[in-house]
């Protein structure tokens, strides 16, 4: 006999947000779903799905725990939640949104969700190593994605221009759609490039980038969550360093005098330290310690 499923009875029976929450929660850690696109548990990503699915506010979620939902309303929560438990859809795909801060961004399946630990630096406009914002007149923003770093660069560096190149077609579409919103086609140059060749001859005094880097093992390993998402995104190559090896050969030609390249290689420190040790690394500070963003000054790349 087949055993009933729990979201059409949670459909019927539950009452509440509070009671939508603590099913969702429920479910979530019984089926085993994997966090990293933004939230860090199951209550965390539970309480923004039911918070968007309701168009309440995320801030004050908790102070409407006790409401009653409508027949209507709590469908509309119960199949958001089924389609994050079922088919393991990442919850940004769900909603077609991520945020940085408090920097809101349109994402779909064909870009990596926003997440890079890059983005902390932004925040603080990468201080102290530039330490005057307006002295950054050409960033670069490689393996752009969704667009999300190129705005945040724009943002920090109120004089500069900025290059937001991809080999995906796709992806600068989301990234158009994501700078326009943001009121900066007048700042961001949209280029589709295989890593810094299609650039003409551009000299940047900044460049970032978060490329696929995850290695050949870990890409055989990813949870269910991460496979929706692109994969050219992501692999990096047998010990992941494929594309950062590329960058760094190219990036001696691509910065300007005094120039700085800022990169984000996820766990990968010590197989780059190995490959490269003669380069004086500077390993930066985030929100989850200094092992997986590097910056180089324009004498500090390898020959």
Known sequence: MTAPDPFDAAGAELVTIRDALRFAVSRFNHDRL???????????????LIAWALDLPHASFDEHL????????????????????????????????????????YVDERVLIPRSFIADLLLESLSPWIADPGSVGLALDLCTGSGCLAILL????????????????????VARRNVEDYGLAGRIELLRSDLMSGLGEARYDLIVSNPPYVDARSMTELPA???????????????????????????????????????????????????????????????AGNEFVFLLRDDELPA
């Open 225 to 287: 969550e991460y496979r929706h998402e692109p994969d050219v995104a992501l692999a990096g190559g047998i010990d992941g360093l494929d594309l950062v090896h590329k960058l760094l050969s190219q990036a001696a030609t691509r910065l300007a005098p005094g120039g700085l390249l800022v990169v984000e290689i996820g766990h990968n420190r010590a197989a780059l330290e190995q490959a490269y040790p003669d380069v004086p690394f500077t390993w930066l500070e985030t929100h």
């Open 34 to 48: 994997a966090f990293g696109h933004g939230f860090p548990d199951a209550r965390t990503e539970a309480a923004y």
């Open 66 to 105: 006790d409401a009653r939902l409508t027949r209507s309303e709590m469908s509309n929560v119960v199949a958001l939640l089924r389609r994050r438990a079922g088919e393991r859809v990442p919850a940004p795909y769900l909603t077609r949104e991520a945020w940085l801060g408090d920097y809101r961004f």
């Open 154 to 173: 724009a943002e920090a560096f109120p004089e500069a221009q900025v290059h937001a190149a991809d080999i995906s077609e796709a992806a600068l579409a």
